[in-house]
């Protein structure tokens, strides 16, 4: 008769993973982390590589026949022209300090998500075709073959790097591991195999000018409907100006602000702060065709990023103004910082950034001649400028979420603090290790904010999810300020997972609230009809 | 000696215990960072499930499994379980698996207590179908936000576009019927 298994023996459920090495072990793609593939018309808009319609749960990824080669020859034009990326592929003494860093290893726990992994993905490639221990010791030196398998493998985790950079905080050769998954994906893309979530934005900010596709005349119309709701909660009537040739300053914010809650609140702050300052000389327009701060070509190439980067300063001089002011966005920062001046500069057309208001030279941006709304903000409220009621924010409780390509890219850490302290009266940190340059990613950064891939964005934003909800039990917060519009848009999905009762919000958003216009009528809510502190019993016709 | 009174006296060994069986699906690599990183922030998920065994551990001990009182621990673990790779059968199974860490205890010289720990499991058994419960609601949360997402941006977008017209409030769509 057979043994009958002993109830303990019933429940044990062997979990241990494999304990192959990395190399040998395969990669599964698993529902919930990877995002749907580039359909072929959004290839094809912009011309590149390889339209077709596929699938990433596809056996055949319909490649060309030498697809390696095309790859391999990719990989050897990079090598040749960005030396960073030669000594990133180089200078690695994998030493481990950055594999604890990165928010999708600290949620998942896969060690392919540790950054020194992820780039090892790459790295065995470079080994094994650009090297002599590599092409002689293969395995041995670190090196591997090419197969479909393994290309398989870099494309599932090169859509799991955020490009956040916490990890290079912590290299002590500074490596720049967002740089290594960028010519991940400019490989990637060599055969068309970029993700839809990224490539139909190229595909639309190319043709239109934004992510979304949004024609001018709806661009307009949903910017006036902001001008509806102002009017509605404050009695005053702003108007923007649209494609106004000879302003002197161009506005340009990412469309998420306009199209998605709750950036739409956000929009609806920079428009009351325009209108306030209109009598003070602010001589200020919007643009229907620079109508994206974002740049979702930077997700996908650099020469991409560079083409959807370069219709920012087109409009600029076609205008005729003087100066760029952007809005509250993540990696449009980073570009604009780090890489609009070698793209598409120097901007010699323009002129040196002076608020007309306080006639601050703004001289870091001397050079891409465009100024971040939240540093011209606190300038306007260092020199006392606007007419603020902070208590009309007395009924949130904030805390900071530093979007990580304005800290991490550009060292913005005090402009956005200072601005929230003054329109607010209630504002708590989270704790040190996940803020300022230490600060954890949305989870949702680089492209990576689509539907499909929930799960994955729920693990990388668990460390960010983590520090909010120790402050929301501790100080009571209950708004997320954030200056992205990426997080904008994945950061109230996370919160409605990890800390349902906290709510997020863009920074103008709160100064939209405080700031006292002339000529308002007492207001009784804030931009999102909620009643403000104190008037929750008072309806309209009371007034 | 009761089984309480040995499972308080045994807690320290046996939660670390429990939890080394949790991190007992992750890879080596993975293992050792949830173990030794002590900073809640730097490592929220070994923080999160070490106080969520910890609690849980108290509420079977302390309160025969009481639902109410184990939902806060349980939704603290499983929550983020429920968004990692396992199926559900390995994200729940360190309830069940406590059973043999009571077990192996008792078996060390205190057969005496076996009458109590069948009283346990069964607790345990009632405990582990509430952990699925838990998790359906997580995984459910998951496709429900999913959804929600879709629908703000696309129904935002065509509202603020003016592309669409809704009844308002207190609006009727046939003031008189004159049919």
Redesign the interface.
């Given at each position: 008769m057979a043994d009958i298994p002993k109830p303990e023996e019933l429940a044990k459920i062997d979990h241990t993973p494999p304990e192959t090495p990395w190399m040998e072990t395969p990669t599964v793609f698993r529902d919930g982390m990877w995002c749907y593939g580039a359909k072929p018309q959004n290839i094809e808009a912009v011309g590149m590589p390889n339209p077709r319609e596929w699938s990433p749960k596809d056996e055949d990824w319909k490649l060309p026949d030498n697809w390696k080669e095309i790859v391999l020859d990719g990989m050897k034009d990079r090598l040749g022209k960005f030396r960073s990326f030669k000594l990133f592929m180089d200078i690695c003494v994998r030493c481990g300090a950055c594999a604890d860093k990165c928010h999708y290893f600290i949620g998942s726990g896969d060690p392919k998500n540790m950054p020194v992994l992820r780039a090892e993905l790459l790295r065995s490639l470079y080994r094994k075709n650009f090297t002599l221990g590599g092409k002689l010791f293969g395995k041995l030196a670190g090196g591997r073959d090419l197969t479909m398998d393994v290309f398989k493998e870099l494309w599932y985790y090169m859509f799991q790097c955020s490009e956040c950079r916490r990890c290079s905080v912590f290299c002590p050769y500074g490596i720049d591991t967002a740089e290594i998954t960028m010519m991940g994906r400019e490989l990637i893309n060599l055969l068309g195999c970029n993700i839809d979530w990224i490539q139909a934005p190229v595909a639309n900010c190319y043709r239109t000018g934004n992510h979304l596709g949004i024609q001018p005349h709806a661009y307009v119309s949903m910017i006036e409907f902001f001008c509806d709701e102002i009017e509605d909660v404050t009695g005053v009537r702003v108007n923007p100006t649209f494609n106004r040739k000879g302003a002197e300053i161009l506005f340009i914010t990412p469309s998420g602000d306009v199209f998605a809650d709750p950036g739409t609140y956000t929009a609806m702050g920079y428009l009351m702060l325009f209108h306030y300052l209109e009598s003070m000389g602010l001589d200020i327009t919007w643009s229907t065709y620079a109508s994206e701060g974002g740049n979702f070509g930077f997700f996908t190439s650099h020469e991409m990023a560079k083409r959807l980067n370069a219709k920012m300063y087109a409009e600029a001089k076609r205008l005729g103004v003087k100066w760029i002011l952007g809005g509250e966005c993540g990696h449009m920062w980073r570009v604009v910082h780090q890489y609009m001046d070698t793209f598409n500069g120097p901007a010699d057309f323009l002129e040196e950034p002076v608020s007309p208001i306080t006639g601050t030279k703004f001289e870091n941006a001397k050079s891409t001649k465009m100024v971040h709304i939240c540093e011209f903000t606190a300038d306007l409220i260092r020199h006392n400028k606007l007419n603020l009621d902070p208590s009309r924010n007395d009924n949130l409780v904030v805390t900071f979420h530093d979007s990580c390509n304005p800290s991490r890219g550009m060292g913005f850490f005090e402009e956005p603090r200072y601005v929230i302290k003054n329109v607010c009266n209630n504002f708590y940190e989270m704790p040190s290790n996940t803020i300022r340059e230490e600060t954890f990613c949305c989870g949702s950064g680089a492209g990576l904010n689509a539907g499909e891939n929930l799960e994955l964005r729920m693990r990388g934003g668990l460390p960010r999810a983590n520090a909010v909800k120790h402050v929301h039990e501790k100080h009571g917060v209950n708004m997320l300020a954030c200056i992205c519009a990426i997080d904008r848009a994945a950061l109230p999905t996370l919160m409605e997972y990890w800390v349902p009762d906290v709510e997020v919000t863009g920074v103008h958003e709160l100064v939209g609230n405080a700031l006292i216009l002339e000529g308002e009528k007492k207001r009784t809510t804030d931009l999102r009809g909620e009643p403000l502190p104190g008037m929750e019993d008072i309806e309209d016709e009371d007034l | 000696m009761t089984l309480r009174d040995l499972l308080i006296k045994r807690k320290d060994d046996i939660v670390k215990e429990w939890f080394d069986l949790v991190l007992?699906?992750?890879?080596?690599?993975?293992?050792d960072?949830?173990r030794k990183?002590q900073?809640?922030?730097?490592?929220?998920?070994g923080?999160?499930i070490r106080e969520g065994i910890s609690g849980l551990y108290d509420v079977i001990v302390d309160h025969g499994c009481d639902s109410e009182k184990a939902a806060p621990f349980l939704d603290q673990i499983i929550?983020?379980r429920a968004?990692?790779?396992?199926p559900p059968?390995?994200a729940l199974?360190f309830v069940?698996?406590f059973?043999?860490l009571v077990?192996r205890e008792v078996s060390a010289g205190h057969e005496e207590l076996s009458e109590e720990v069948n009283k346990l499991e069964q607790n345990l058994d009632k405990l582990a179908l509430q952990a699925f419960d838990v998790y359906m609601g997580c995984r459910e949360?998951?496709f429900e936000?999913?959804v929600?997402?879709?629908r703000?941006?696309m129904f935002?977008?065509l509202?603020?576009?003016?592309?669409v017209s809704f009844p308002a409030e207190g609006e009727k769509e046939v003031k008189e019927n004159k049919i």
């Open positions: - | 007992e699906a992750y890879p080596d690599e993975s293992k960072f949830f990183q900073n809640r922030f730097a490592n929220p998920m923080h999160n929550r983020i968004i990692q790779e396992f059968s390995v199974a069940l698996e059973k043999e077990r949360r998951i936000l999913r929600n997402e879709l703000n941006l935002g977008a509202e603020r576009a003016n592309l």
